[in-house]
């Protein structure tokens, strides 16, 4: 099972831009499809993005298309998330999951926590003037 290490959190201001990595210590991400999610407190864990495995396949979710890109790289054992032109409404812990699929689910199963089977920890992100 792989555990993701979340970092790259912080707080900014609208209008602004934050890179979100993940990797994980001592095993590849390779096989993996590789999600983000966020949660606000009393609110439900949002699947936000996922990428495939091999021929890196990309899903988001309505409100941060055309804004947020997700990539990896697989020399560095890297997820990316890379978020711009935030909104206070992107206020959340955020937190990388790995699939037990190479895939992304289809239909926006993406989207389901139980796609996953690796979480991080989270890290948070604060979009506030």
């Known amino acids: 099972q792989v555990q993701p290490v979340e970092s790259g959190g912080g707080s900014v201001r609208p209008g602004g831009s934050l890179t979100l990595s993940c990797t994980a210590a001592g095993r590849t991400l390779d096989y993996h499809a590789i999600a983000w999610f966020r949660q606000v407190p009393g609110k439900e864990r949002e699947g936000v993005s996922c990428?495939?495995?091999?021929?890196?396949?990309?899903y988001y979710v309505d409100s941060v298309m055309g804004r947020f890109t997700i990539s990896r790289d697989h020399a560095k054992n890297t997820v990316y998330l890379q978020m711009n032109r935030l909104e206070p409404e992107d206020t959340a812990v955020y937190y990388c999951a790995a699939g037990a699929s190479s895939r992304c689910g289809r239909f926006k199963a993406w989207a389901r926590q139980d796609e996953y089977d690796g979480w991080g920890q989270g890290t948070q992100v604060t979009v506030s003037s």
């Open positions: 990428i495939s495995a091999s021929v890196g396949f990309t």
